[in-house]
């Protein structure tokens, strides 16, 4: 079975810094997806970004990027500029090209921005 | 397009009684996830409906199950209510399609007192 750990129950950073939040998964996999959702105060789950497993490049939205290393089955997240509104809980969650719509989801980040 | 939407958003009910979760995906999707979420637990796949049929089922007891209408509306029963099923129930919806994105609603906050 998949697993995904998030190591760091909460973070921190300053307005308009960078920060990154860090995932690894388990698989035996070699198709597959990885998702950051965002979960601020009104529980509603929000895609921040997702990558494919058989492309190499980095997925990029706009402030929000990941760095993706397939070897080392590792899925970070890199915020820059933050702001206010990035506060929310992150879920890493990894999706099998096997098994539907299904997401393993990780046990989550809190992120604080301080003004 | 209008997004996930759930019914009811807040539900309290006692042990022993059983309850009934509405979920109305993104329209043209036909796929419906279902999760709970608890702060223990975390989040966990109870279930997946695509064109009417259960294609995925997580590890959770015969007292949840589901359905899906051929309007692609979907249903999630649970049975007997224990104190533990108290939680956030989130639905998301997709095309179905393994490459696609799920879409999440704003969820239903079930209390069993």
């Known amino acids: 079975a998949q697993t995904v750990t998030q190591s760091q129950p909460e973070m921190s950073v300053q307005e308009a810094e960078t920060v990154t939040l860090s995932c690894t998964y388990d698989?035996?996999?070699?198709?597959?997806?990885l998702f950051w959702y965002k979960q601020p105060p009104s529980r509603q789950m929000i895609l921040v970004i997702r990558q494919e497993a058989y492309k190499q490049q980095n997925a990029t939205e706009n402030r929000f990027s990941v760095n993706f290393q397939k070897a080392a089955k590792s899925f970070s997240l890199k915020i820059s500029d933050s702001q206010l509104g990035d506060a929310a809980m992150y879920f890493c969650?990894?999706?099998?090209?096997?098994?539907?719509?299904?997401?393993?989801f990780g046990e989550g980040t809190q992120l604080t921005v301080n003004p | 397009k209008a997004g996930v939407t759930q019914t009811p958003r807040y539900l309290i009910k006692t042990r022993g009684q059983q309850v009934t979760l509405s979920c109305s995906p993104i329209s043209g999707h036909r796929s419906v996830s279902w999760y709970q979420q608890t702060p223990g637990q975390g989040l966990q796949f109870l279930f997946e409906?695509?064109?009417?049929?259960?294609?995925n089922k997580g590890n959770f007891p015969g007292r949840f199950s589901g359905r899906q209408f051929s309007n692609s509306r979907s249903e999630m029963n649970v049975s007997t209510l224990e104190l533990g099923d108290s939680a956030l129930y989130l639905c998301?919806?997709?095309?179905?399609?393994?490459?696609?994105?799920?879409?999440f609603g704003p969820g239903t906050r079930l209390l069993v007192l």
């Open positions: 698989t035996s996999e070699s198709d597959y997806y």
């Open positions: 409906y695509f064109s009417e049929t259960q294609r």
């Open positions: 969650a990894y999706r099998s090209a096997l098994s539907g719509s299904r997401l393993t």
């Open positions: 998301a919806s997709s095309s179905g399609q393994v490459q696609e994105t799920q879409y």
